[in-house]
């Protein structure tokens, strides 16, 4: 039940959560050219697709289906000469932000629901962790496109 509450939680608060993460990018200085290269309201609907839409990323998306959408990303991010390691830093503060959000909201202070809950968090951060590999195979395979035609 806990776990369920959470991801409700996450999805109502999708909104106010992408204009915090939007804040963080703006201050972060790892993610400087992102901001320069990627149009704010692009950056904001993606934050706001991932937090909005996260049962659907965890539970009923394939691996596929993460993969097919955030090599996408990560080929336009190559192409808008975003360096590689500034989307990988977006993609650890997006997860940061998330987890900062649920602390604030007291969802962590029950031990034991925590514990009890711990599958959920794996999913969360095993979703973190393919979107950032798919991400990087785009990236890569633009990389290497990019190349080859200069060559």
Known sequence: ???????????????????ELMHRLE????????LEKVPANEL???????????SDWLLAKTQAE????????????AKQGVPFSELLAAFTITKECLWD???QDGL????IELMGNLHLMRSI??????????????YEANTRTSHASAA
């Open 125 to 138: 951060g095993r979703f973190f962790d393919r979107m950032g590999h798919a991400a990087a195979i785009g």
């Open 101 to 103: 959000h649920l602390e």
């Open 44 to 54: 904001r609907m993606r934050t706001h697709e991932i937090y909005h839409n996260l």
């Open 1 to 19: 039940m806990f776990a369920i509450r959470m991801i409700q939680l996450i999805e109502a608060h999708a909104g106010r959560i992408s204009e």
């Open 27 to 34: 201050n972060s200085d790892a993610c400087k050219h992102l």
């Open 66 to 77: 993460i993969e097919e959408r955030y090599v996408g990303i990560g080929m336009r991010r």
């Open 108 to 111: 962590f202070e029950d031990p």
